[in-house]
């Protein structure tokens, strides 16, 4: 799965870089929709790898691992740099 986020002036934090949060905003918005519908939430974890600034484009990829519920998400800059890695746990509804 891979989507494109563009990012704005609302994800600046106080050091005029990209705020963590917009990272796992990107993150989610990459999961299938039918999948997160029917799932819930457990758990998230987030290494935070480098910076990106106002106006970057953020490509996320994320696939879903061999552990059942995982999904795992990288966030890549427009140069091509890993910005943040992010493994969200699921569970049944």
């Known amino acids: 799965y891979e989507s494109v986020y563009r990012t704005n002036v609302g994800d600046i934090d106080f050091n005029n870089h990209i ?8 993150g989610l ?6 999948y997160c519908s029917s799932h819930a939430l457990k758990s ?7 910076e990106s600034f106002l106006g970057d484009k953020l490509v ?3 696939y879903e691992t061999t552990t059942d519920d ?8 427009d140069s091509g740099v890993l ?5 969200f746990v699921y569970a049944n509804n």
Request: charged share 20%.
């Open 19 to 26: 705020c963590n949060i917009s990272y796992l905003e990107a």
């Open 83 to 87: 910005c943040s890695d992010i493994c």
């Open 70 to 77: 995982q999904w795992f998400c990288e966030v890549v800059n």
């Open 60 to 62: 996320c990829h994320a």
């Open 44 to 50: 998230v974890s987030m290494r935070f790898r480098h």
């Open 29 to 34: 918005d990459v999961l299938p929709d039918e």
